[in-house]
């Protein structure tokens, strides 16, 4: 059973920099095609998409907030990490990693499952 | 960036009647070297994650109940929920995963009538 769980500060400043982990087991990140992604959710509105990290260390970012974030993997403890600099009120939001299912030598699957989501609110 | 357009916003029906939700992508989302369209779509209840329902347009996901089915092709895709139960009340969202933006619709919300 794979599952997945998003940790971090619950309250941050504008300007500072966001630090969110996602602990998963059940899968591992260096089985080829696997990835785990990072959505974000504002209240009432639709995910949006962030960044994801395949199994090679092959990453993709969301192009308008690319120069903000960073996802990095950490196979031996089972963890990814998205770092968000520069916060504003604006990414107040949950934040979601979600596993992605794949195939050798291939790209591009949907996301399942999700962790249960992080609420994370930027305000000073 | 592709842009995902569900339509209605939301829509309101009794138990037991069929319910219908379009998704309509800006650009083709229909790979040619497979033909198999790059099209998902999740339930999401209040207070909890998107659940995938639908990948690659029709195939349900396992434990999926098989009221929900998914078709279309191409840019225009439904998602169909036969004999909706209480239990399906919920936002449901289209994502598209042929490119790298992995794009929502807005979202449709179920309700009962």
Known sequence: QITLKESGPTLVKPTQTLTLTCTFSGFSLSTSGVGVGWFRQPPGKAPEWLALIYWDDDIRYSASLRSRLTITKDTSKDQVVLTMTNVDPVDTATYYCAHMPGAPNARGYWFDPWGPGFLVTVSS | ?113
């Open chain 2, 1 to 113: 960036d592709i842009v995902m357009t569900q339509s209605p916003d939301s829509l309101a029906v009794s138990l037991g009647e069929t319910a219908t939700i379009n998704c309509k992508s800006s650009h083709s989302i229909l790979y040619s070297a497979n033909n198999k369209n790059y099209l998902s779509w999740y339930q999401q209840k209040p207070g909890q994650s998107p659940k995938l329902l639908i990948y690659w347009a029709s195939t349900r996901e396992s434990g999926v109940p098989d009221r929900f089915g998914g078709s279309g092709a191409g840019t225009d895709f439904t998602l169909t929920i036969s004999s909706v139960q209480a239990e399906d009340v919920a936002i449901y969202y289209c994502q598209q995963y042929y490119s790298t933006s992995y794009t929502f619709g807005q979202g449709t919300k179920l309700e009962m009538k």
